[in-house]
């Protein structure tokens, strides 16, 4: 890739001192709990770091390998699923193995301006990670590294421009969650705020007692035409199959679809991922769930219970588990969906009428028939349904397009920074140094310092770093890691 007038390509090792940390041995307390910070890969967030959740003793440095990071230094995790993931040390600190730091050449390049070109490489430096379980990068690949350098007050200009766009993203990002959060949550009460409303118009009066033995302040308070009935009153509910290890060997037993809870969510049902399940014929038979049925999960976490949705039929034969309640409205004496969104909006009722185990919670088979529905006049069922469905449809559209425009602030991120490391982000300037001329006076100071540094020993020693390896032919271009293809004008 061509470089702008003024541009050199350069390697991460020719612009930054490279160096990682350690840990002191665990187990010993007088290591940990210091007042030396030490840096974690959980500790970066891709934003300046002024705190950690750690801290070790001079002890624990002194015995280890960890060492003091320069404040300045660019952090970057090395290590499983955090690999690139970035810092800027805004004071001095420590790291561990996990963790290496790039000390910038000040003269050179900003600090800013390879903490975000190492940003816009992260998933190329993903990829060259070795090892199965816990993938991890090397300084060897990191220092090998290609970088564009721009003059340094090019830099910095290329730095305000990405962190000014990147504000302004960052701002959207944030109302664009919040609205997603937002309608999400309106959508979980929407159904409990329309069914305590009655559609005709009318001055409100008091709504009908509840069943005789219920917590009223567990209830929401209906229109005076609607009426109470128990769960039981106007369904037949049933528990389903439980799942025999030795039944599920005996190839003589049909083999049928069968619903966990993972199927069972708030308000729909995940039909992803369906089981299998073998039984006697006349079981599958029994446990045959029916269009309009209404499933409500019986275990899980205690906020769960009762939670479900309608069935439709989507496959048919299929049968549910035990911790799945299935119940089956007689005399259609209300809407499906009326049902499932009540039960799905009355947390708090099945939270105190459920028990809770060390790790899950479950509601009885008898409790749940014991469950308070309000009924609403047959013809205005249909209505309420309407209603609630319209006022869905918006807030799904509302999520829909918010998730979209996250989509494409991802996308805008990737092409600001494509820009910003091809120049195509500011303008040049003829009258700056170019940045080859910087590049080679500071290798040359290198050299310098690594001759005077053999002729003041004794025993003169091979220098760290070769003539080779300061050495990058800058008449060459050589090639970037891959880079994004997709731009979007700014």
């Known amino acids: 890739m061509a470089l702008p007038a003024g541009w050199t390509w350069a390697t991460l090792g020719d612009v930054a001192t490279w160096g990682s940390g350690g840990t002191p041995k665990s187990g010993v307390s007088h290591y940990y709990g210091g007042d030396i910070p030490w840096v974690v890969s959980g500790d970066l967030n891709d934003k300046p770091i002024y705190t950690v959740t750690s801290t070790i003793t001079t002890d624990g440095l002194n015995s280890s390998s960890a060492k003091w990071v320069p404040e300045g230094s660019v ?4 290590y499983g699923a955090t690999i690139g993931k ?29 903490f975000w070109y190492l940003r816009s490489q992260r998933e190329d430096l993903r990829k060259t990670g070795k090892g199965g379980a816990q993938p991890n990068i090397s300084q060897t690949i ?78 929401p ?77 019986e275990g899980g976490d205690r906020d769960k219970l009762g939670r479900g949705w309608v069935w439709e039929n989507q496959i048919p034969g299929a049968i549910h588990q035990n911790h799945v309640f299935r119940a089956r409205i007689r005399n259609r004496t209300i809407h499906p969906k009326l049902l ?7 947390a708090r009722w099945f939270e105190i009428n459920g028990k809770q185990s060390v790790n899950l919670a479950s509601i009885s088979l008898s409790k749940i028939k014991q469950l308070p529905v309000p009924i609403p006049p047959l013809d205005e069922q249909g209505t309420i349904v309407e209603r609630i469905e319209d006022q869905l449809s918006v807030l799904d559209a509302a999520v829909s397009l918010s998730q ?17 490391f091809t120049g195509q982000l500011v303008l040049q300037d003829p009258a700056e140094e170019p940045s080859s001329a910087l590049l080679d006076r500071i290798r040359a100071e290198r050299e310098n310092q690594g001759s005077k540094s053999k002729k003041s020993t004794r025993r003169p020693r091979r220098t760290t770093i070769s003539k080779n390896a300061l050495s990058l032919p800058l008449t ?15």
């Not at 952090?75 to 090395?78: E, K």
């Not at 996250?406 to 910003?420: G, P």
């Not at 060459?476 to 979007?488: F, I, M």
């Open 221 to 297: 308070n209906v229109p005076p035409s609607w009426s109470w009935k128990r769960l039981e009153e106007i369904a037949d509910i049933v528990g389903g199959v439980t799942k025999d290890k030795k039944k599920q060997s005996d190839p003589s037993l049909p083999e049928v679809p069968y619903l966990r809870v993972a199927n069972v969510q708030r308000g729909k049902l995940d039909l992803s991922e369906v089981s299998v399940i073998r039984v006697p014929e006349a079981k599958a038979l029994q446990l045959a769930l029916k269009d309009g049925d209404v499933l409500l999960n």
């Open 476 to 490: 060459s271009t050589p090639p970037l890691a891959k880079t994004v293809q997709q731009e979007l004008p700014l």
């Open 404 to 420: 979209q425009a996250l989509i494409k602030a991802k996308i805008l991120r990737r092409s600001l920074l494509n820009r910003a």
């Open 340 to 346: 499932s969104w009540y039960a799905n909006n009355t």
């Open 75 to 78: 952090l970057i995790a090395m």
């Open 86 to 114: 970035l810092a800027i040390a805004e004071r001095p600190l420590t790291t561990n193995q996990a963790v290496a730091f790039a000390t910038p050449h000040q003269k050179l390049i900003d600090k800013k301006f390879l």
């Open 142 to 219: 990191l220092k090998a590294w290609p970088i564009p350098i721009p003059p340094l007050a090019e830099q910095h200009r290329i730095v305000e421009v990405i962190e000014d766009h990147l504000s302004r993203l960052d701002t959207a990002e944030r109302l664009v969650n919040f609205t997603i959060s937002r309608a999400r949550r309106l959508r979980e009460s929407v159904s409990s705020i329309t069914l305590g409303y009655s559609v005709p118009s009318g001055k409100p009066s008091a709504s009908p007692p509840a069943p005789s033995g219920t917590d009223d302040g567990l209830l």
